[in-house]
């Protein structure tokens, strides 16, 4: 049955995935009327605006996942949708140093994966050329990825946001919308907002760090519980930013969905090192001493966090005394750089990542979308969902071209 609703898709969610899912939409369905809710004042004010502003190439992600798919063929597209409309960004490449011997099997593994993957030119480097490529780093191996680079992710969501809304008057991005409830009924929802409610046929669920709360909105138990790591940076002053010329990496631990605290050129020339990563008390707690009772109840009454914990404890313990003693993060950089000292290095912003974890306490590594009636819901778009935001929407596109008949 034919039922007039205010919208035809409601996102929910303007972070750089739901611009990205409505700006695909609109353009392969112009007829379909859209409107993306977002509570904050402005787009890409969570995760999408508190990230490293790395392109990824794709090398880390297990071959086959969703994660290794968009990533790959998402940066290439993020950089034509770059150059398109003039989106600063630079691929400069990056090295991932392996500072001691032990670490070299596990180089030697993500190289592999890498290849396996279509990553593009990637070399293994000896201590050499990493000083040719980066003349204050050192390490026995790395691995050199020239397609890795740099890019202003808030100005690719304002960008997306235009875009979208250029395609068709009817379509709209609402700021200060915050989505509290459904009221379904058979043949569409009220989606009921801070500002009124707004009636529609479909729902995309691109709330990141509040998507399982949406999922329990619309009445369903999600697998998974979002379960905040906030990731600390410090900023490289005056003329120690000429320490670190593009992206330096560590070898991560591979246990973790991480990446280790880099050192990353921003595209405002700025040197970040970070982020960490530990536990939060606060979803979008930027502060470290931030705290909200409803998030730690919710993140500390469930199972999976304290299996994760029980796993994990010492790696949390690491990061969260590196987080407080300026001393041992310094010890930490300075592996790669070794002649940074603690006067080289202040505190910088924070970011906070969405991570699904499991009930077992397994941290969800690949995308997880979930399609319930009228609803698609993200559960889970963790890094490097800005790199691949562009294949993510294409993705959502056929979904929801598929299952809600568009
Ligand atoms: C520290 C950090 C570093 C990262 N580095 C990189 C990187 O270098 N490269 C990369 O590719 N990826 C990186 N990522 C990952 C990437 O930033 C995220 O995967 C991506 O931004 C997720 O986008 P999103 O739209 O799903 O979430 P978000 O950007 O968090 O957007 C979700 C939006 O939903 C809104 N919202 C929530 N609840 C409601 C509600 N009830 N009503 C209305 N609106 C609501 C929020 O306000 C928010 O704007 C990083 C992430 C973090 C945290």
Request: hydrophobic letters at 45%.
């Given at each position: 049955?034919?039922?007039?609703?205010?919208?035809?898709?409601?996102?929910?969610?303007?972070?750089?995935?739901?611009?990205?899912?409505?700006?695909?939409?609109?353009?392969?369905?112009?007829?379909?009327?859209?409107?993306?809710?977002?509570?904050?004042?402005?787009?890409?004010?969570?995760?999408?605006?508190?990230?490293?502003?790395?392109?990824h190439s794709g090398l880390y992600y297990k071959p086959g996942s969703a994660r290794a798919a968009t990533c790959t063929a998402g940066r290439k597209?993020?950089?034509?949708?770059?150059?398109?409309?003039?989106?600063?960004?630079?691929?400069?490449?990056?090295?991932?140093?392996?500072?001691?011997?032990?670490?070299?099997p596990a180089l030697e593994r993500i190289r592999k994966n890498g290849l396996e993957n279509g990553v593009e030119g990637l070399e293994r480097i000896g201590p050499d050329r990493i000083r040719e490529i980066e003349p204050f780093a050192t390490g026995v191996a790395a691995l050199h990825v020239p397609s890795a680079g740099i890019i202003d992710f808030v100005a690719v969501a304002n960008k997306l946001a235009e875009l979208f809304q250029d395609a068709s008057s009817r379509n709209k991005v609402l700021v200060y919308h915050r989505v509290t409830g459904f009221d379904k009924h058979d043949f569409y929802t009220n989606v009921l907002t801070t500002k009124g409610a707004f009636s529609t046929r479909y729902i995309l669920?691109?709330?990141?760090?509040q998507s399982d709360r949406i999922a329990r909105m619309d009445g369903i138990d999600?697998?998974?519980?979002?379960?905040?790591?906030?990731?600390?940076?410090?900023?490289?002053?005056?003329?120690?930013?000429?320490?670190?010329?593009?992206?330096?990496?560590?070898?991560?631990?591979?246990?973790?969905?991480?990446l280790g605290v880099h050192f990353t050129r921003m595209v405002d020339g700025a040197v970040e090192c970070g982020p960490n990563a530990v536990f939060s008390f606060k979803r979008e707690g930027y502060r470290k001493t931030d705290v909200s009772f409803r998030d730690a109840w919710e993140s500390l009454s469930y199972r999976g966090t304290w299996l994760l914990f029980a796993r994990h404890w010492r790696y949390g313990l690491g990061e969260y005394a590196r987080a407080f003693r300026k001393k041992l993060l310094v010890a930490q950089l300075q592996k790669l750089v070794p002649s940074l000292t603690s006067e080289d290095i202040q505190p910088g912003k924070a970011?906070?990542?969405?991570?699904?974890?499991?009930?077992?306490?397994?941290?969800?590594?690949?995308?997880?979308?979930?399609?319930?009636?009228?609803?698609?819901h993200i559960l889970n778009a963790p890094s490097p969902a800005a790199t691949a935001s562009l294949a993510i929407g294409s993705h959502i596109n056929q979904v929801a071209t598929e299952c809600f008949g568009l």
């Open positions: 049955m034919q039922v007039k609703t205010d919208f035809d898709i409601v996102v929910i969610g303007g972070g750089i995935v739901g611009l990205a899912c409505a700006y695909k939409i609109a353009r392969a369905h112009p007829s379909v009327r859209i409107v993306v809710l977002e509570k904050e004042g402005r787009p890409a004010a969570h995760q999408t605006g508190h990230n490293s502003g790395v392109i597209e993020l950089i034509e949708f770059a150059k398109l409309h003039g989106i600063r960004h630079d691929i400069c490449g990056k090295i991932i140093v392996a500072t001691d011997a032990a670490e070299l669920n691109c709330a990141g760090l999600p697998p998974v519980r979002i379960v905040p790591f906030r990731g600390d940076y410090s900023v490289l002053n005056g003329a120690a930013a000429g320490k670190v010329r593009n992206l330096v990496y560590p070898v991560p631990n591979p246990e973790f969905p991480f970011g906070v990542r969405a991570q699904a974890l499991g009930p077992k306490g397994d941290l969800v590594d690949d995308f997880r979308i979930e399609v319930r009636g009228n609803v698609v």
